[in-house]
T-cell receptor
Framework: AQSVTQPDIHITVSEGASLELRCNYS??????LFWYVQSPGQGLQLLLK??????LVQGIKGFEAEFKRSQSSFNLRKPSVHWSDAAEYFC???????????FGTGTLLAVQP | SAVISQKPSRDICQRGTSLTIQCQVD?????MFWYRQQPGQSLTLIAT?????????ESGFVIDKFPISRPNLTFSTLTVSNMSPEDSSIYLC??????????FGPGTRLLVL
């Protein structure tokens, strides 16, 4: 069965520091992978997605993610975090013809001044 | 990306009552989805709503509790029936937009007393 694991429930980084949020997936074939961000009291906003091709994907707000098939990972990175990046981040996998998304449990990011 | 609105944005309801949540999209879409996000948790798919057919429910969700309507390609409703405090959640609708990407509405925040 498809699943997504986000090992870090909560991460705190200093403003200007680099960020990496981990995501591991379980899926038999090549998955479609997504990162969404949810700011407090807001809905979900798509940061980036991977369907195929180049394994390094650029997204909005300066985020990028790298698909590593050998590690079943799709980690999200940002070289310099801004205070406005404080939010909850969800990794998701979509597989098959149903377009259903399976979400990880999320990582809550706090940014220290 | 599709522009999705939901009504109401939030509500406080008494146990035993029902609430109908509306989801409106600014373009015609084939597939719409309803998700639940319980407090402090990730998103779980309730059902897939396709126009012209009955909704397809995920394991653990039943039509009697969460009836769904999909009268046209831009609109859907989810009813949370006979509510209990355990139904307190954020309910989000989503659609498949361009490039097979899923976009989410802002969510309906429900508190059941």
């Amino acid at each position: 069965a498809q699943s997504v694991t986000q090992p870090d429930i909560h991460i705190t980084v200093s403003e200007g520091a680099s960020l990496e949020l981990r995501c591991n997936y379980s899926y038999g074939a090549t998955p479609y992978l997504f990162w969404y961000v949810q700011s407090p009291g807001q809905g979900l906003q798509l940061l980036l997605k991977y369907f195929s091709g180049d394994t390094l994907v650029q997204g909005i707000k300066g985020f990028e993610a790298e698909f590593k098939r050998s590690q079943s990972s799709f980690n999200l990175r940002k070289p310099s975090v801004h205070w406005s990046d404080a939010a909850e981040y969800f990794c998701a996998v979509e597989g098959g013809a149903t377009n259903k998304l399976i979400f990880g449990t999320g990582t809550l990011l706090a940014v220290q001044p | 990306s599709a522009v999705i609105s939901q009504k109401p944005s939030r509500d406080i309801c008494q146990r035993g009552t029902s609430l109908t949540i509306q989801c409106q999209v600014d373009s015609q879409v084939t597939m719409m989805f309803w998700y639940r996000q319980q407090p402090g948790q990730s998103l779980t798919l309730i059902a897939t709503a396709n126009q012209g057919s009955e909704a397809t429910y995920e394991s653990g969700f039943v039509i009697d509790k969460f009836p769904i309507s999909r009268p046209n390609l831009t609109f859907s409703t989810l009813t949370v029936s006979n509510m209990s405090p355990e139904d307190s959640s954020i309910y989000l609708c989503s659609v498949i937009g361009q490039q097979e990407t899923q976009y989410f509405g802002p969510g309906t925040r429900l508190l059941v007393l």
